[in-house]
């Protein structure tokens, strides 16, 4: 039947499985009558139903069922008795479908089955899929209510079929980067970089190691048999190349086989729906966080900055043109689109889109398209050209977390020029070679001119730091451009950060499990005045030269190493003592291996009485009023979060710390509300940041006594005070313990500020009217009980 099978491939034409109108492949009634086994029971009403669409769109049902069963028996038969060549003409004639849609995200618990098929080598995706291009992942997202958007990757096709041992030894290799070029080191091949430890001391006492990432040009050092095995990273179809020689070089399996596939430690891939992120374990991390569509989808980005400008002003939030969001906005948009004349181009984008697809410059009503969502954007026609010449600015954001807030910006970046000369004329609005700056569309343009230097400002693509250098010798000022690009970012975060951290709250089950990188696409106009185009939550990593080397390569290491990645919990106390000696750790660090202590959403009671205090104070506004009293009675859950906040620090090499710092407190009153531990951080800085080494010093002396240690253990009987999971620290309603029955053994003054908090809560967030339903006259302890439970 292989024979026969084979013969079928080689005598039919490929036929486009989506297109339900493509003619169906010919297949010999030989083959007919061997391939008999029934299709799956279908219900008579819906199999009359089906005949109905099938009559409509010309596809008989004999030629239907003639092809469903010859690719089934193709592709669940498959024998390695088939050539190479034949096998080859198989995987072109019938490619493997997943079963999981293309278009959804890849899951944790994908079957193992697609995962082979979807994770085994670079050689098993195209260009598209692994590298992508210095553009970003196509996203087509589909809104379901609060549900994260699903993601698909564009020119996604098929996978070619590859051995597994072929795909082990693949897997096997390392790679290195060589004169800017990343290359794979063959089996058998020397590695002749120098080795470096891969484990990073805290700099806290009683806390465990972090992993290293070291550099390019170094590779990690041997890791005990023990350790080694356990080290797993779990592939997508997207983790791209500068990713996989990152982890190979600093030790860890790249892992797909179906024994090991839910025993991972990490993850680079696309982002999920937010229900997906509970199904981690709280000892994985990835890199998104739930619910940061909301800064990337093109159409939520206008949305939520849009709210803040209204709120705050056009000179605080102005820095997005104006957009109009189809078609919920079409009548402003008609609005507008009279105001103006014939000759003001406007610019068309998908909402949820990447890579240039589907962006068109227009300047008439009839060029716009009402099949499907749009936005529609105010086109700057006044871009700052260099040689005549359009560009855009991509920046790389990282953020650590979300409560608190701490966001990071990558010195350098990537300059994208349009290939061709700028020209504001009306005829020229339809090349794209003019107008857009993405890579992936001006690489075809003949006039596109490569650069491989990275200090060099010439050619279609400079690094970040070319440009700052080109700026200033034009006697531009570039300090007061990266603050005004600063303020940028940090408001465009903030914007998004209040769904972020209520999905976070409700689908995490540790503070641990997230990291994001961002790309931002920023134009400057004629005056250097940044505008934001877009925000990218899979900002491209493919290398393609020597100049996107330089530039991520050290990015990638360096995000992975603020993101502080532990060893896995899988040893004994003595097995981790040994290790330790072994690595030659000879700081007091308590366990060698992730403690989920460090990073519990457990408070005690304690805990949430101070954070309810603290909150209460930030009510008024004023920031003295709990500035100083912070500080003053570190609880377990401050000293963790503090811990953490300067472990982060001793890793910034070409990162920037931009929130938090002594002056970013004027940011916060643009959050949806004051949340505690922002306010913490606030307070560490405005105290510590001329004076780092004291603060160093007292957090270690809590360190020596375990104290960052002390997590309240959760009681059968429910006793002990919990952090639920859909609960946040921004909301100190939620910490309020509900008052008993006899309310005489708590002071008036405190029922009375607890209840003017819960009224205050409930008249914005519910209504004046449900609070009084369970507050009758006298009895305002059954309305503080009510919403203390809500």
């Known amino acids: 039947m292989d024979e026969e099978s084979a013969e079928v491939a080689k005598q039919t034409e490929p036929v486009d499985a989506q297109d339900a109108s493509v003619d169906p492949v010919k297949v010999p009634e030989q083959i007919i009558n061997d391939l008999k086994p029934p299709l799956d029971f279908v219900p008579p009403k819906l199999k009359r139903k089906r005949k109905i669409v099938k009559r409509k769109l010309g596809v008989s049902s004999k030629t239907e069922k003639t092809l469903v069963r010859t690719t089934r028996k193709i592709q669940m038969k498959r024998k390695p008795a088939l050539g190479p060549v034949d096998q080859i003409r198989l995987d072109a004639k019938y490619p493997l479908i997943p079963d999981f849609d293309v278009g959804s995200p890849l899951s944790i618990d994908t079957p193992d089955s697609c995962a082979a098929s979807l994770v085994s080598t670079d050689s098993d995706f ?89 550099p390019a040009e170094e590779r990690g050092a041997d890791l005990p048999q023990d350790l080694a095995k356990n080290m797993k990273w779990k592939l997508s179809t997207i983790t791209p190349l500068v990713v996989r020689e990152a982890l190979k070089s600093t030790g860890f399996r790249l892992i797909k086989s179906k024994s090991e596939s839910k025993d991972w430690m990490g993850m680079w891939g696309k982002h999920m729906k937010s229900i997906e992120f509970s199904s981690l374990k709280a000892t994985q991390k990835i890199n998104h966080f739930p619910g940061t569509f909301q800064i990337g989808r093109k159409d939520r980005l206008w949305r939520n900055i849009r709210k803040l400008e209204v709120k705050f002003g056009v000179n605080e939030f102005g820095f997005l ?74 920046m790389y954001v990282l953020i650590t977390s979300f409560d608190p807030l701490k966001i990071y910006l990558y010195e350098d970046g990537l300059v994208r020029f ?43 693509k400079w690094t ?70 877009e925000v990218n939550i899979s900002p491209s990593l493919h290398s393609s030269s020597s100049l996107d080397v330089t530039v991520k390569g050290p990015l990638i290491r360096e995000v992975f190493n603020l993101a502080r990645f532990h060893f896995p919990s899988k040893f004994n106390e003595e097995k981790q003592k040994e290790m330790s000696k072994i690595l030659g750790i000879e700081q007091e ?87 505690y531990f922002n306010l913490l951080l606030d307070a560490w800085e405005n105290k510590y940041s001329t004076n780092r080494r004291q603060g160093l010093k007292l957090l270690d002396s809590f360190c020596c006594k375990g104290i960052h240690l002390e997590v309240p253990q959760i009681m059968s009987n429910g006793a002990t005070a919990t952090l639920e999971p859909h609960s946040t620290t921004s909301l100190p309603v939620r910490f309020i313990r509900p008052l008993s029955r006899s309310s005489s053994t708590i002071p008036a003054s405190s029922v009375s500020a607890r209840c003017s908090r819960a009224f205050h809560l409930f008249r914005s967030r519910l209504s004046f009217s449900a609070f009084r339903r369970h507050s009758p006259a006298g009895d305002i302890s059954r309305g503080r009980r009510f919403y203390s439970s809500y």
């Not at 689109?337 to 009839?366: F, M």
């Not at 700052?384 to 560009?391: D, E, M, P, V």
């Not at 004329?425 to 003949?446: P, R, V, W």
């Not at 004023?622 to 912070?630: A, H």
């Open 126 to 214: 195209p260009d598209s899929v692994i590298g992508l291009s210095d553009d970003d992942s196509s996203y087509d997202d589909a809104e379901q209510g609060n549900e994260d958007s699903q993601s698909s990757i564009s020119g996604y096709t098929s996978m070619s079929s590859v051995s597994v041992t072929q795909s082990r030894d693949n897997l096997s290799s390392s790679l290195s980067e060589e004169n800017g070029q990343i290359r794979q080191i063959k089996p058998g091949e020397e590695d002749t970089r120098p080795r470096r430890a891969v484990v990073r001391v805290s700099r806290f006492s009683n806390l465990p190691p972090f992993i290293y990432f070291p």
């Open 321 to 394: 043109p104006q957009t109009y969001v189809l078609p919920y906005d079409l009548k402003s948009l008609r609005k507008a689109w009279k105001k103006t004349s014939s000759d003001v181009p406007w610019i068309i984008k998908p909402p949820a889109s990447a890579r240039g697809q589907g962006i068109k410059v227009i300047h008439r009503w009839d060029q716009l398209s009402s099949a499907r969502p749009l936005v529609v954007q105010e086109y700057k026609n006044n871009p700052y050209l260099i040689s005549g010449t359009k560009f855009d600015i991509r």
């Open 418 to 460: 349009a290939s061709m000369k700028y020209s504001s004329e009306m005829t020229s609005l339809g090349d794209n070679f003019i107008h857009l700056t993405n890579y992936s569309i001006n690489k075809h343009c003949d006039q596109y001119i490569h650069n491989e230097d990275a200090g060099a400002c010439k050619g279609s």
């Open 464 to 533: 970040l730091k070319s440009l700052w250098n080109y700026l200033r010798n034009e006697g531009a000022d570039v300090d007061e451009l990266l603050m005004r690009i600063r303020d940028l970012v940090i408001k465009t975060v903030v914007s998004g950060e209040g769904v972020v951290n209520r999905l976070c709250n409700e689908n995490l089950k540790s503070t641990y499990q997230c990291y994001e990188l961002l790309g931002f696409d920023i134009l400057l106009d004629t005056e250097l005045r940044p505008w934001l185009l």
């Open 589 to 675: 660090i308590g366990s060698f291996c992730m403690d989920g202590r460090l990073y519990s959403r457990v408070l005690s009671m304690g805990e949430k009485e101070k954070i309810e205090d603290i909150l209460l104070s930030a009510e008024s506004g004023l920031r003295q009023e709990w500035l100083g009293s912070i500080l003053e009675d570190l609880k377990p859950c401050d000293i963790r979060q503090l811990v953490h906040y300067e472990d982060e620090q001793t890793q910034l090499v070409n990162f920037r710390k931009i929130f938090p710092t002594p002056e970013s407190h004027r940011y916060l009153k643009y959050m949806e509300y004051p949340r």
